[in-house]
């Protein structure tokens, strides 16, 4: 029979249900404390970034004086940082973990090659992103020769994350979810504004969604901030699942958003589908 590990069966002070919880098996070589560390990784979400010893022990049930003594093995180990707040954040090696995951894909080394010559084709900035929960995060960024790319920069790079609603590649993600999945993350989503054109409503984001839907791609027109414009296409699998997407995003002030759908879109999807068939996705008329 299974159990629960006592970090999962007490119930959290703040009545809630735990943030974490995995059914401990009857098996000698399982280890409750690397399971309550694990626990304790988990409690971080993009929307709760930062946490102390008290938000986590609540979120787990555990008490604080416990919750503390794997706290600081973890700040030890490089996966917890502790702020000036002397609260605590996921550290530099949680972000190394996870690119590591994203690269045994094969999805970064397949694409790479392809986004240096869509930089070459174009000489603007072009990205591969993934989905993860309500942000986009960057898979690999390949930057601008250009002048004056440096102005809307963001201080991207791999690993970097943003908010998927005002992103091209983040809504492109999004508009290819099913519904019920696209429904949820909406609903978690705060929209604040953060640039000219952002979208603030759920009930515009979920028409824009429907219409990135119908089109196939997906344009970024100044909703991060003034200075930028993005389009994105998707990447499929095998399966013919979008995946990821990849993005030309260049400075108001050198193209027109008009002339990047219109010049730069083609090269973009061509990206795009040259990827998705290093990923094994076949067109219909591909397949016999």
């Known amino acids: 029979m299974p159990r629960t590990s006592s970090a999962a069966a007490k119930a959290p002070k703040n009545g809630q249900e735990p943030a974490w919880s995995i059914p401990s098996l009857r098996e000698p070589r399982y280890s409750q404390s690397l399971e309550r560390g694990l626990a304790i990784l988990g409690c971080f979400t993009p929307k709760r970034p930062v946490l102390g010893i008290a938000d986590i022990a609540d979120d787990l049930g555990m008490s604080r004086s416990t ?65 993860d929960g309500t942000d986009v995060l960057y898979v690999d960024r390949v930057r601008s020769y250009r002048r004056g790319q440096g102005s809307i920069d963001l201080d991207l790079h791999t690993g970097s994350r943003l908010p998927a609603y005002c992103t091209a590649m983040g809504k492109l993600l999004l508009a290819n979810l099913p519904d019920s999945e696209q429904r949820e993350l909406i609903a978690a989503m705060k929209l604040g504004k953060r640039g000219p054109n952002t979208i603030t409503s759920k009930k515009g984001l ?67 589908d040259r990827i998705s068939a290093r990923l094994g996705f076949r067109r219909d008329d591909e397949q016999n």
């Open 67 to 131: 919750t503390h003594r794997y706290v600081i093995t973890l700040v030890a180990l490089g996966y917890l940082e502790q702020g000036a707040s002397r609260k605590y954040r996921l550290g530099l090696r949680v972000t190394d973990l996870g690119m590591s995951a994203l690269n045994s894909t094969g999805l970064r080394e397949h694409a790479h090659p392809y986004l240096e010559e869509l930089r070459q084709r174009t000489s603007y900035t072009t990205n591969l992103g993934v989905l």
């Open 206 to 272: 979920r028409e824009e969604l429907e219409e990135i839907a119908a089109a196939g791609f997906a344009v970024n027109d100044q909703e991060l901030n003034a200075e930028l414009y993005a389009i994105a296409a998707p990447v499929r699998n095998e399966a013919r699942e979008v995946v990821a997407a990849v993005n030309l995003s260049a400075h108001s002030s050198m193209i027109s958003l008009e002339e990047m759908v219109d010049a730069l879109g083609p090269h973009l999807v061509s990206t795009a």
